[in-house]
């Protein structure tokens, strides 16, 4: 037997560049969220649309509220605790507190 002298191979290595994993995940995070997104959003419409009603009269509306629940909101609204007027003229504080009154008094 001889001995084998080992000569040492030099293999090619290569560090995987981080720039272009990154930007393969962004790519990949990106479409499947767009797909998702789609998907959800297809849901949404039905596949047909539901015919129009060709008939444009109004229909009565019936609820039936506990009157219980009623007597309740009625004390529930005059116990309001108001706030103090606003101090400018537009709707820029929210909602006038006039308009509010007006409609709790209706």
Do not use: C
């Amino acid at each position: 037997m001889t001995p084998h002298a080992k000569t040492p191979i030099a293999i090619a290595t290569t560090q995987p560049n981080q720039e272009a994993i990154d930007h393969d995940r962004r790519k990949l995070l990106t479409g499947a969220a767009m797909g998702l997104a789609a998907a959800g959003a297809a849901g949404l419409f039905p596949a047909r649309p539901a015919p129009a009603t060709t008939n444009d009269a109004i229909r009565p509306f019936h609820i039936d509220i506990p009157e219980a629940d009623l007597v309740d909101l009625r004390h529930r609204l005059t116990a309001t605790r108001w706030p103090e007027k606003e101090t400018v003229a537009d709707d820029s504080q929210g909602v006038p507190l006039a308009m509010l009154q007006d409609l709790v008094r209706y």
